[in-house]
């Protein structure tokens, strides 16, 4: 489903990602490991297309989404639409704190259908439906009884499910997580993993930026070690939490399960 080639980014004289590709199939889900600074987010940001990598290839399903040896205008017009293909929940929840739990949900999702020919001939008809959709996400994700709360009054992993349900919305084909428990208080951080372990068994396609250990082992399919902006080792979890070949690996997972 996903093919990354060659991505590369640089910040003034920095660095940050270096000549990064993988794959990702349909229905898995990868976890990406390392240290602060190694990279991981400005990956997610590339492929949420928030960052526009220096060079390297992106595709889903077989279209290239994005090529940075194409500068055409046309491709910087359709960076938006192409966007759509990936959801991204931050880990500081992002949630509009003027807005209910429910108005946060349909906020992205009814600004796009205002782009459909016929909004205004169906404007109501469609509102309904996001709405239905939206209180279908919310109930799914525990939140059945909080939809008309704000953010202030809803806990640290309430919001993240609201943040996760306001991604699911948009029906991505690609759902990211950019640590998205490192915000949370250590009671909070389990009913999140939680839900994120129920989209994973719904054969939800996932890349994940962690640093719970024992999660990517048992929630992922394939886990990329990333440090210094590249990637030092892939493969399955047991290849890289439990028979890794790379020095840094080792080292990295040592000062981990000693902290």
Known sequence: MLEVEHISKSFGGTEV????????EKSQVLSIIGS??????????CLNFLERPDSGIIRVNGETLFDAADSSAKQEEEIRKKRLH????????????????????????????KEQPDYKAR???????IEALAEQLLKEMGLGERMK?????????????VAIARALALRPDILCFDEPTSALDPELTGEVL??????ADQ????????????????VANHVIFMDDGRIVEQGTPDEVFGNTK?????QFLSRFNQG
């Open 36 to 45: 602060s600074g190694s990279g991981k987010t400005t990956m997610l940001r």
């Open 86 to 113: 990936f959801g991204l929940v931050f880990q500081s929840f992002n949630l509009f704190p003027q807005y209910t739990a429910l108005d946060n949900v349909i906020l992205a999702k009814e600004l796009l259908a």
């Open 194 to 199: 939680k839900v994120i372990k129920g989209l």
């Open 203 to 218: 054969k939800m396609t996932m890349v994940i930026v962690t640093h719970e250990m024992a999660f990517a082992r048992d």
């Open 123 to 129: 404007k109501k008809e469609i509102h309904d439906e």
């Open 246 to 250: 790379e020095e840094r690996t080792r």
């Open 149 to 161: 709360n704000y953010p202030h009054q809803l806990s640290g992993g309430q919001c993240q499910r």
């Open 17 to 24: 990602l270096k000549d990064i590709s993988f794959s990702l």
